[in-house]
């Protein structure tokens, strides 16, 4: 074992084995992989082995559809088979609601360059007979599904790595990791130690140990899992004799179940409800290739279901039950990346669909190692998506959750109870009584809408608008006519001091820094002139005449945006950063009449002149030291009012009594994300993502190219040079009973008309390289774009893809945010869009100013 490399992988399951692969593809073979025992001592080698491309999330989607594209390359470089069974797969729905989420599946599939097709439920027993068809009202089939043997295909990308110059080194524990003040680590191992540069979790099963040894607490817990193996059955030999194929996969929400051909019987698995996590608390390391004890009670439900739906099953005998445990996040998807607040120590675990998602998993972190930057849009996957609350209990409740979950509906309007509350405001009581419906934002209880008196306050979950439509339209209407009170503590605020805090913040912003009190609004570009921030940004007075900023931005980024600006920080420790989170926590007042409330509450002149638009002060509100921006989401005259917890209900308080006569109400988060909307803002994680050029974004006015050298300036520089290819654009939809919730395709009537790219971009081009040190720009199939393939119908085709959406119930419309080609992004005429909701294309019109206040004028005066 060489006592020095670039990076070490600790583990050797197929997660491990594939960012070996895809360093060594980078260009970086003085790498190792440390594996504990053989390779696949983990889950891997009991995995079901089942791959697909669909997934929730379109961009973690994407980098499965690349996964199961690689097998072929590391099957020809290592000469190991992976044993790929491309059989296809359908997802069967058993009611209306199932089939409208597989309508959207299958709309969402329409721009990520799938082929999915909605089938009758008789189709889909043609093509696996072992079902009773009448369960069933529809189907999506899905061709790229299939099946694999686990350890051939983790042997592979070992074989390939090694084949490239990486090491592996078996049966070697990694007992300990300590980093030297130059930042390189030593992994101590039970044969030595070996010095490197960078650090690798793919500890799987034991990636929480692993996590503890450098004192990180992952969010990342194992559950058991069953699948059971009938003896050969003669039906599934003559299907494959009397047509030459093999039965599909088949997935069947309503009993839980997933099931496909293995060798001449069937192989059946469960997501039972009465799941059970494996060692909650840490991971025996004597623990290897052994399974669990089946306990068939517990998935005796969803078999009875599954034999009923597949009565062929039934007859069968069973030959074996595996129970294996495999590790799950609180969202099901992986945690991939830098850990904040560590350097040169990564992530690669959580992967619970590791012959799915290993190779775009390996892509990605590759990519981040080698050239700073995914290279893809990985937030879905990012490890800095959850936050200090995602605790070890918190953890094994969301795991239990989302594992009973997993083939259960999630509709837009549902919000998951699994520990919660977690963090609440000292306003959290104060809003139950006033009837708030809370929901979760980034572990934080926040109300989203206020039920009626005397009503239960609860969402009724549709896909359709719901119970919350009538009261938030009346939240809406009496803030935009009067005024209206909400929480925002679930924002992020950071303040940065220090001398040069000005001259740092302009090297990350796209927009000048304020004058002292003044603010602006910008975003954070990445060196490839991506959007990877939105900002609010406020010039506080000095501090020991020291320079001083508040920052506010997107509560669920505060990891992903500290780890940047950290990496970015001087080294001299002269600027510092402080994350407030839940201490400071805000209200924001909105309305004509918000002035007025809030004069009564200041001893200071509130007037136009006094205190502008865009004004920043730390003023006394209700007799409690706060911050005060004059600004608001609603794009109504307003006000955000932040301080201490301790002072909350102290301001809280003195605004409900202040505003009784101006008619003061309640609003919550789903009233101010109505209001934004008829004012065309953004929404950061919908409208702007890493995806985009800011541009692309329409964020053109907050993009100052000439003001000094950001980061991203250069490429920014030449979108805008060239023009984007892409433009956000705002609609307005003849919707029926259902709004937009994101991600349906835009349909535009163009006619023999070429309007340029109508694809979806994924990967933003970060450079890469091969063995040779040759760049392979664009070379991966996850990279660029998906085409939108064959998606015509006459003179229309899908153009764009919806990024938000909703009803503004103060200009009484359904309205939608998406991306279109910019040739079109200007053109409002009627009958050239349409957008498909839940199966059903709309008329929609493009709306280029904000169908409230365009001049802007209510805010400003
Ligand atoms: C019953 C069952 C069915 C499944 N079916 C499917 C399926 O159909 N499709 C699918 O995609 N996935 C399936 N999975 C999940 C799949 O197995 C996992 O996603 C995958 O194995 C995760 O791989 P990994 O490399 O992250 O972790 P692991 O396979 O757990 O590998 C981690 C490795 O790290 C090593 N290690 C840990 N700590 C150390 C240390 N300190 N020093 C050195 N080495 C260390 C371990 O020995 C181990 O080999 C299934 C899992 C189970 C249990």
């Known amino acids: 074992m060489k006592s020095h490399a670039k990076a070490v992988v600790i583990g050797g399951g197929v997660v491990g084995c594939s960012v070996l692969y895809h360093l060594a593809k980078s260009g970086w073979t003085d790498i190792m992989l440390i594996e504990r025992s053989e390779l696949t001592s983990g889950s891997s080698w009991h995995a079901a082995g089942g791959f697909h491309t669909l997934n929730g999330d379109p961009n973690v989607a994407k980098l499965q559809a690349y996964t199961v594209q690689l097998y072929k390359e590391i099957e020809e470089i290592s000469g190991q088979s992976c044993s790929l069974h491309l059989t296809g797969g359908v997802m069967m729905a058993d009611t209306p609601e199932r089939m409208d989420f597989l309508r959207l599946a299958h709309a969402k599939g329409r721009y990520l ?15 696996f007979p072992l079902m009773d068809e009448t ?12 099946h694999l043997d686990p350890s051939g295909t983790t042997h592979a990308y070992a074989k390939a790595a090694r084949k490239l110059g990486a090491e592996i080194v078996l049966r070697n524990r990694v ?20 010095k490197a540069e960078h650090v690798v979790n793919c500890g799987g099963l034991w990636a929480r140990e692993i996590g503890r040894m450098v004192g990180v607490e992952l969010p990342v817990l194992a559950m058991e899992h069953m699948y059971l ?32 051909q293995e060798r001449n019987g069937i192989l059946l698995g469960t997501y039972e409800k009465a799941c059970k996590p494996w060692s909650p608390v840490s991971t ?13 009670d517990r998935i005796a439900p969803s078999l009875e279901i599954g034999f009923k739906h597949f009565p062929g099953i039934e007859k069968a005998g069973i030959k074996q039950i595996i129970n294996g445990p495999f590790t799950f996040a609180l969202d099901g998807n992986p945690l991939v990346g830098p850990v904040q607040g560590l350097t040169n120590f990564w992530c690669a675990c959580a992967v619970m669909a590791g012959f799915s998602q290993g190779g775009g998993v390996g892509l990605a972190l590759s990519n981040w190692m080698v050239h700073g930057d995914p290279g893809f849009d990985v937030w879905g996957m990012d490890v800095a998506r959850f936050g200090e609350w995602a605790t070890l209990r918190y953890t094994n409740a969301k795991v239990r959750e989302n594992y009973s979950r997993r083939f259960s509906i999630r509709f837009p309007n549902e919000e998951l109870p699994a520990a919660r509350p977690a963090q609440t405001t000292p306003l959290y009581d104060t809003m139950l009584a006033n009837n708030a419906v809370m929901g979760d934002s980034w572990g934080l209880e926040t109300p989203l809408w206020f039920a009626p008196r005397g009503s239960e306050p609860k969402d009724v979950v549709s896909f359709h608008r719901s119970n919350d439509f009538r009261p938030i339209g009346e939240e809406v209407r009496a803030t935009r006519a009067r005024v209206g009170v909400t929480e925002i503590a679930n924002f992020a605020k950071y303040e940065v001091s220090g001398p040069g805090a000005e001259d740092f913040l302009n ?36 501090r020991g005449g020291e320079e001083r900023f508040m920052i506010w931005g997107s509560s669920a980024a505060q990891k992903y945006h500290m780890r940047w600006f950290e990496k970015h920080l001087p080294k001299d420790g002269s600027i510092r950063i402080h994350r407030f989170d839940q201490t400071l926590v805000g209200l924001s007042i909105a309305g004509p009449k918000s002035r007025d409330l809030l004069q009564k509450l200041v001893d200071v002149d509130m007037s136009t002149k006094a205190f502008r638009f865009m004004d920043f002060r730390e003023m006394a509100v209700g007799g409690a030291p706060c911050m005060v921006n004059r600004i608001t989401y609603t794009g109504d005259l307003g006000y955000e009012i932040w301080m201490a917890p301790a002072y909350q209900r102290l301001v809280y308080k003195a605004i409900k009594e202040a505003g009784e006569e101006f008619g003061l109400v309640d609003f919550g988060m789903r009233a101010l994300l109505s209001m934004r909307l008829e004012k065309n803002f953004p929404t950061w994680f919908r409208e702007l993502r890493p995806i985009y050029g800011p541009f692309e974004g329409s964020m053109d006015r907050f993009i100052k190219l000439e003001k000094n050298d950001f980061i991203g300036r250069e490429a920014a520089a030449k979108e805008q040079a060239e023009g984007p290819k892409l433009r956000r654009v705002s609609f307005i939809v003849d919707a029926a009973d259902a709004d937009v919730m994101g991600d349906e395709p835009i349909w535009a009537k163009v006619g023999g008309k070429d309007y340029g790219t109508v694809e979806k971009p994924h990967g933003y081009g970060a450079p890469r390289f091969d063995a040779g040190g040759k760049e392979v720009r664009g070379s991966n199939a996850a990279e660029g774009a998906s085409a939108v393939r064959g998606i015509v119908d006459g003179d229309w085709r899908v153009v764009g893809w919806v990024t938000s959406g909703g009803y503004a119930h103060y200009v009484e419309k359904s309205m939608a945010q998406g991306y279109v080609p910019a040739a079109l992004a200007e053109n409002e005429s009627a009958g050239l869009f349409e957008i498909e909701i839940l199966g059903h294309r709309r008329p929609a019109r493009i709306n280029v100013e ?4 365009p001049s802007g004028e209510k805010m400003r005066t």
């Open 284 to 296: 025996p390391w004597d623990f290897g290739h052994e399974l669990l004890q089946p306990d068939i």
């Open 135 to 146: 369960n069933f009202v529809g189907a999506m089939w899905d061709p790229v599904e299939g």
């Open 175 to 194: 007992v300990e990791l300590t980093q030297e003040v130059d930042g390189t680590w030593n992994v101590v191992t039970e044969q030595g130690t070996v």
């Open 113 to 127: 360059g799938m082929d999915t097709e909605l089938i009758t439920p008789s189709e889909a027993k043609a093509m």
């Open 229 to 260: 193996l009938t003896e050969p059955m003669p039906e599934v030999e003559e299907f494959n004799k009397s047509t030459g194929r093999e039965m599909i996969g088949v997935l069947d929400f309503k009993g839980e179940i997933y099931t496909r």
């Open 507 to 542: 090297r990350l912003m796209t927009n000048r820094m304020p004058k002292t009190g003044r603010i602006v609004l910008t975003p954070m570009l990445n060196e490839f002139g991506r959007l990877i921030g939105d900002f609010t940004i406020a010039k506080a007075g000095p």
């Open 850 to 853: 904000p169908p409230f206040d």
